[in-house]
């Protein structure tokens, strides 16, 4: 059974050469602490941009140990849980092939996979790595957004049993891959939209649909 190796709360600190603030840099909290999860995230996390970050569809953002395992030999460096804003280090799942309706359940908290994350310049930033987005990009390694299907705690130690979707299989690496792709096979938008999916990449996929019809 998987595990839950941190759970990672951010504070509000400015970006580095801006003049803009982030909650991306996030800490683990003490093992013994329970932590809040509600719909909207997990309690006392900052979220200081709306229009991309935080909301129901993105309310946790996970990230996988076996991915920190490359990023530590593929950068040279160790890495520890929050590095990458995290709210959730989960141990004993294979990151890349978390589909999107995957759900993990760490004791009464249900979480379900909606999607991948898109690397921006704040992270960019906040790795000190200008070439950062290129990176993560072609790693294919970006965690998971989820939605908070039931709300609960969570500490750090306790397991978590990962529940494949047994529906269609889009893995979160697939959808990053995706990003930016001006022409995707109907098809594969068709199959997309099978899956409980964020909202953003629903509305977006359904109008590029549309328009082909």
Not at 120 to 134: D, E, L, T
Not at 192 to 203: D, I, N, S, W
Request: charged share 25%.
């Amino acid at each position: 059974m998987a595990i839950l190796q941190s759970v990672n709360i951010g504070e509000p600190r400015p970006v580095p050469a801006k003049s803009t603030m982030t909650g991306i840099y996030k800490e683990p909290v003490p093992d013994a602490v329970e932590v809040a999860i509600t719909r909207q995230g997990l309690e006392g996390d900052a979220i200081i941009n709306r229009k991309h970050h935080g909301g129901v569809d993105q309310a946790v953002y996970v990230y996988f140990a076996d991915d920190y395992d490359y990023w530590a030999t593929a950068l040279e460096r160790e890495m520890v849980p929050g590095t990458f804003g995290e709210n959730l280090t989960i141990g004993g799942v294979e990151g890349r092939s978390v589909c999107v309706g995957d759900r993990f359940e760490i004791d009464e908290v249900v979480l379900e996979v909606t999607s991948h994350r898109t690397p921006c310049s704040v992270f960019a930033a906040r790795m000190g790595n200008p070439a950062w987005v290129k990176q993560f990009f072609k790693a294919g390694r970006p965690g998971a957004y989820c939605r908070v299907i039931e709300p609960g705690t969570v500490r750090t130690g306790e397991p978590v049993l990962h529940i494949p979707f047994d529906g269609d299989r889009i893995t979160v690496s697939q959808l990053l891959a995706l990003e930016g792709e001006r022409e995707i096979e109907p098809e594969l938008m068709q199959r997309v939209l099978k899956t409980p999916v964020h909202y953003k990449m629903r509305a977006d996929y359904e109008q590029r649909l549309a328009k082909l019809l």
